[in-house]
């Protein structure tokens, strides 16, 4: 019958929501399995922002500049320049930071597979004792009546002696 429980997908359920019905339902939910690690994670799903960086408005027409203004915007750009080579440092260090963590989240994930497969391997090899055991349950009905009959053929004979021993007394 377990045969046909595991083709047809129909068996025992008692309606319980923890119960594990191994009909070949399951809870991989494409959600969940596809979630991103953050919020803010670009992805095809999540497209997030397409946001820049502009310090300095666009000059949109011809235009003088004064002295002071050029001065200014020389000391921005001096300024900005530095900013941008340590922002460059430092994008580099999030770069490696996001390999790294990828590394580990691969790592950790083919850990996962490991144990998902050796669990259904361990698994597999309860069933098969289970089965294993349940084909020798006649077996042990059997040797149970056998050892039935020998105590019951014991307390006979026992009975017997007793008697002849009373009787010869």
Same mark, same amino acid.
């Given at each position: 019958?377990?045969?046909?429980?595991?083709?047809?997908?129909?068996?025992?359920?008692?309606?319980?929501?923890?119960?594990?019905?191994?009909?070949?339902?399951?809870?991989?939910?494409?959600?969940?399995?596809?979630?991103?690690?953050?919020?803010? %994670?670009?992805?095809?799903?999540?497209?997030?922002?397409?946001?820049?960086i502009?310090?300095?408005? %666009?000059?949109?027409?011809?235009?003088?500049?004064?002295?002071?203004?050029?001065?200014?915007?020389?000391?921005?750009?001096?300024?900005?320049?530095?900013? @941008?080579?340590?922002?460059?440092? @430092?994008?580099?260090?999030?770069?490696?930071l996001?390999?790294?963590?990828?590394? %580990?989240? %691969?790592?950790?994930?083919n850990?996962?597979?490991?144990?998902?497969?050796s669990?259904?391997t361990?698994?597999?090899?309860? @069933?098969?004792?289970?089965?294993?055991?349940?084909?020798?349950r006649?077996?042990?009905?059997?040797?149970?009546?056998s050892?039935?009959?020998?105590?019951?053929?014991?307390?006979?004979?026992?009975?017997?002696l007793?008697?002849?021993?009373? @009787?010869?007394?």
């Amino acid at each position: 019958m377990g045969t046909v429980f595991n083709r047809t997908g129909t068996g025992g359920n008692d309606n319980s929501q923890d119960k594990r019905t191994y009909q070949g339902d399951h809870n991989l939910d494409i959600d969940t399995t596809l979630k991103p690690t953050d919020d803010n %994670v670009i992805s095809p799903l999540n497209q997030n922002n397409w946001e820049s960086i502009r310090t300095q408005s %666009v000059v949109i027409s011809p235009t003088y500049f004064t002295k002071e203004q050029a001065d200014n915007l020389k000391k921005l750009a001096r300024q900005k320049k530095l900013e @941008a080579t340590q922002t460059k440092r @430092a994008y580099k260090s999030l770069k490696t930071l996001e390999k790294t963590d990828a590394t %580990v989240h %691969v790592e950790h994930r083919n850990y996962q597979k490991t144990v998902a497969k050796s669990e259904a391997t361990k698994q597999r090899s309860n @069933a098969s004792l289970s089965r294993q055991l349940h084909r020798l349950r006649p077996e042990y009905v059997q040797m149970g009546k056998s050892i039935e009959r020998a105590e019951s053929k014991a307390e006979r004979r026992i009975t017997e002696l007793k008697a002849k021993v009373e @009787a010869a007394i």
